[in-house]
């Protein structure tokens, strides 16, 4: 973090296709993960609100939730458990 800033470079969000990392606030330290949509870089956390857990996959157009399978549209809001 540069001055209250995170700095993730666009060739890592690129070869990694779905980038976690860990960011530390003034409450605690928060998961968060980066991905491309279309042309637009998509930062959100990554904590599964149905289960709590930390971890998601990317499988093209959809998120996957690493524990309990769930998911999601990139966008965030499209929800589907299994």
């Not at 990694?16 to 991905?35: L, S």
């Not at 949509?37 to 149905?50: A, E, T």
């Not at 857990?53 to 965030?76: A, E, M």
Request: aromatic share 8%; net charge negative; glycine share 8%.
């Amino acid at each position: 973090m540069i001055d209250n800033t995170v700095v993730i470079p666009v060739q890592t969000i690129d070869e990694k296709i779905n980038t976690h990392f860990k960011v530390k606030t003034t409450t605690g330290e928060i998961a968060v993960m980066a991905y491309r949509l279309g042309d637009d870089i998509m930062v959100r956390y990554n904590v599964c609100p149905p289960c709590g857990s930390i971890g998601f996959s990317l499988d093209n157009d959809i998120l996957i939730c690493d524990r309990c399978r769930g998911t999601f549209g990139r966008n965030y809001y499209e929800c589907k458990i299994q």
